[in-house]
């Protein structure tokens, strides 16, 4: 007997720090990961630094580069989702091909999330 799974399938997106030097990110450290689940569109950030805490990365509308993260969700009686206190953005930068770098201004920080989902096993 055949059973199919309802499980919602999600993507995993790993996070680096590292030095950008041209199109490269060298001496990357792994720092978090990024999900993505089918049917959203948006990306939910967990930092190892900050255990707890779930940030979203949103793409912003009407462009094709830009994101912002945000540090809350809400969600009202009608199911509509609404995201809450901006505290860092990304960048699509063409010329770094496998990654996104996303910045946290209040920690002057960079960080890159791979566009490549993480092999399932």
């Known amino acids: 007997m055949n ?14 720090t ?13 720092v978090g990961a990024a999900f993505k689940d089918d049917g959203v569109t948006y990306y939910k950030i ?32 009608k199911n509509k989702v609404k995201f809450l206190n901006p505290v860092g953005n ?10 996104l770098e996303v910045r946290f201004p209040m920690l002057r920080a960079y960080v890159y999330m791979s566009l490549y989902p993480q092999k399932q096993s």
């Open 18 to 30: 590292g030095f950008r030097k041209e199109n490269v990110i060298e001496a990357k450290l792994l």
């Open 90 to 99: 990304g960048l699509l930068d063409s010329k770094l091909q496998s990654y």
């Open 46 to 77: 967990r930092l190892m630094m900050f255990p707890g805490y779930t940030y979203y990365l949103v793409k912003n509308q009407n462009t094709v580069d830009k994101y912002t993260v945000y540090s809350r969700m809400v969600v009202d009686d």
């Open 3 to 16: 059973q199919q799974n309802n499980v919602q399938k999600s993507e995993k997106h790993e996070i680096f």
